[in-house]
């Protein structure tokens, strides 16, 4: 089972940015799909950007053209780059290792490892 361990979580003004980082333990191009999960108190788990081993994306509705998912294949690590920052955006960001990929809207299976989470504030 592949560890992960995001990092680059804080508190950022609106507007702002952060990146956040995903260390995988093995190689990323062996596993499915990577993706980010976040979790707001109160709220379900959403899927926000997804990444394919192919190096496909896919992005929610609600972050389209503010995030951007990429990788970098020799450090086994997934980034979130995060744009213009809204308050909306608070909560706690995971990484997830797809356990495979399917179609249509729920395209992305997630899988059983998943990192520590890191929070992410949004505030003025």
């Known amino acids: 089972q592949v560890q992960l361990v995001e990092s680059g979580g804080g508190l950022v003004q609106p507007g702002g940015s952060l990146r956040l980082s995903c260390a995988a333990s093995k190689s990323i191009i062996s596993i499915y799909a990577m993706g980010w999960y976040r979790q707001a108190p109160g709220k379900q788990r959403e899927l926000v950007a997804a990444i394919t081993n192919g190096g496909s994306t896919n992005y929610g509705d609600s972050v389209k053209g503010r995030f951007t998912i990429s990788r970098d294949i020799a450090k086994n690590t997934v980034y979130l780059q995060m744009n213009s920052l809204k308050p909306e955006d608070t909560a706690v960001y995971y990484c997830?290792?797809?356990?495979?990929?399917?179609?249509?809207?729920?395209?992305?299976?997630?899988?059983?490892?998943w990192g520590q989470g890191t929070q992410v504030t949004v505030s003025s």
């Open positions: 997830n290792a797809a356990r495979g990929v399917g179609s249509g809207s729920n395209w992305y299976i997630p899988g059983d490892s």
